[in-house]
């Protein structure tokens, strides 16, 4: 431990709602150049100390010191001039506005009453050269990938000479390249004497970027611990509130990475299907009682292949069989009414509709089963819904809670009970586990697998490859719009997918261990605002 006083000290911190207590004991103790990570399930009271934190809430009682003086900001723009900053999971920037302008966005500095634009300009470059980055800052935001505007957000973050910096799930849409960018301006950000709070569910990020962590369950901290005195498995416990005994030690899955299915009758039979340049040539079989996994990397094409055989995008070539007949999908509603239920990627932008119930949402695929002569039976719609709470686990107060108000776990568990209300024979999952917490995603994998075993074909497209190859039957890779390999299970490593997603070639399954290379990747972001990796001799 630190002898030196700590940058951060909260105390006892509680904070209650109408109805809920969020925060029953929090505590947290962040050093000067510190990375410390944040993390326990959705509903732990995380969200709501951060807001606390940084003025956004009010706490009840406890004390919270910050630089060694005691703190109580009643904003979140008092907290920023005090030195905290935030950097939300989704970017709280102005598209259509410049970098400049967003770095600078309400303190623009002015020369004779006007913004003076070449300063602006000249002291935005030479924030983002602080984190190693080189772009044309007079162009607008949106022009630049999200990983680049998450960037921008971080220079924001510095230019207020932030000594402690929040930043909430903030490699949740960046790829592998795009995170091992931010991890280097993290820590950078640590030489130059800043601490990052890092909050996140990702525990390969975790224990390789982060000193500390602080661990909360239902309101409370309930552990601390340098990053290289606790296993993974001590950590996975200590949020669930488990013994060791009662947490897998095989993996960091619920999947049965043993199972293995008989060939059963083939549901979905997709051959050579194309969609401009987004699929080139995809392929895929799905049997019944199957979890076929879909890997590849971001642009692969995978999500489109999903939307595609859901009806949401319209095909140019190539055909699909459904329980061998030949389909053609002009919209969604044709897939549903073969069966076929989708969650996409998105759940906020594509699934939930955040003011309407939780009896609303799951029922909404579902609406004429519960209607006769277009009117529909709420008691029906009722006890279908109440039926699925159950027998799902979902975390409500009630049929009529606003689904915004539940975890994000939750809203994921109401999502496949609206698909399960049809009884679908082919289930497609994209990143079905993706932001919930390590709780939600053991049981939502327990429900697919429950699925799987009652004879649904689950397509399941993932970015996390443990999950893909613990829960899997087969696999297959695309890249390019292509597919490029399809591993039995057998033939199921996350080596095998790594050398199929970079090669392209079935001799994927070949490989037990990742080629040894004689030059070393280095990755680096050029002035379009694209990362690129390149290879330094």
């Known amino acids: 431990m630190s002898q030196n006083p700590p940058l951060l000290q909260i105390d006892h911190v509680q904070k209650g709602f109408p109805g809920v207590q ?4 929090a505590n947290l103790t962040i050093q000067s150049n ?13 969200s709501t100390l951060i807001k606390i934190l940084t003025g956004a809430y009010h706490r009840d009682s406890g004390n919270i010191l910050f630089a060694g003086r005691s703190i109580d900001f009643k904003t979140p723009q008092q907290a920023q001039r005090n030195g905290i900053s935030t950097i939300y999971q989704e970017i709280n920037l102005i598209p259509f506005l410049s970098i400049s302008e967003n770095i600078f966005l309400g303190r623009e500095p002015r020369r004779f009453g006007f913004i003076d634009w070449p300063r602006m300009h000249a002291e935005s470059h ?7 980055i080189s772009i044309d800052v007079r162009k607008p935001l949106m022009t630049y990938n999200i990983a680049i505007q998450q960037m921008v957000a971080l220079a924001r973050a510095v230019s207020f000479e932030s000594r402690l910096v929040v930043m909430d799930e903030p ?8 995170v091992q960018v931010l991890f280097s301006i993290i820590r950078q950000l640590k030489s130059d004497g800043v601490s990052v709070m890092f909050v996140g569910h990702r525990l390969d990020e975790l224990f390789e970027i ?3 962590v602080t661990i909360m369950r239902d309101g409370r901290t309930v552990g601390a611990s340098s990053m290289d005195k606790i296993t993974r498995v001590e950590l996975v416990a200590t949020m669930l509130g488990k013994e060791l005994g009662e947490v897998q ?4 899955t619920n999947f049965d990475a043993t199972k293995h299915h008989a060939e059963k009758q083939t549901l979905l039979d997709a ?6 340049h987004k699929l080139r040539g995809a392929s895929l079989k799905l049997q019944a009682g199957e979890i076929v996994g879909l890997a590849g990397l971001l642009g692969s094409g995978r999500s489109e292949l999903a939307r595609a055989l859901f009806g949401a995008e319209k095909l140019e070539g190539g055909t699909v069989d459904v329980a061998d007949k030949p389909i053609h999908f002009s919209s969604p509603r044709d897939a549903i009414r073969a069966h076929i239920g989708f969650c996409s990627e998105d759940r906020k932008a594509e699934g939930i509709i955040p003011y309407l119930s939780v009896r609303d949402n799951l029922t909404l695929a579902a609406l004429p089963l519960f209607a006769r002569y277009g009117i529909v039976s709420h008691a029906k719609q009722r006890q279908v819904v109440d039926q699925f709470i159950r027998r799902l686990g979902i975390k409500t107060s009630g049929p009529e809670q606003k689904i915004r108000e539940l975890s994000g776990g939750n809203q994921q568990k109401v999502l496949l009970a609206r698909w399960l209300c049809l009884n679908p024979q082919i289930l497609i999952l994209d990143e079905p586990t993706r932001g919930i917490d390590v709780g939600a995603r053991a049981e939502i994998q327990g429900i697919i697998e429950e699925l799987a075993e009652s004879g649904v074909g689950v397509l399941m497209i993932s970015s996390d490859l443990e999950e893909l190859t613990e829960g899997s039957d087969r696999i297959v890779v695309l890249r390019d719009g292509m597919t490029v390999s399809a591993l039995t299970h057998e033939q199921i490593s996350q080596d095998a997918i790594m050398v199929a997603m970079a090669q392209g070639t079935d001799d994927a399954v070949q490989a037990t261990t990742l080629p040894d290379e004689d030059v070393v990747p280095s990755v680096q972001v050029d002035g379009s605002g694209e990362v690129s990796h390149e290879k330094a001799e």
Not at 171 to 178: C, G, K, R
Not at 271 to 276: F, M, S, V
């Open 34 to 46: 510190e990375i410390h990570a944040l993390v326990g399930q959705n509903g732990a009271g995380k």
């Open 249 to 252: 030690r095989g993996g960091e």
């Open 210 to 212: 982060c000193d500390r």
């Open 22 to 25: 969020a925060l029953v004991d």
């Open 271 to 276: 051959h050579d299907l194309r969609y401009g």
């Open 171 to 178: 490699t949740s849409s960046l790829n592998d390249q795009e």
């Open 126 to 132: 030479k924030l983002l050269e602080r984190i190693s």
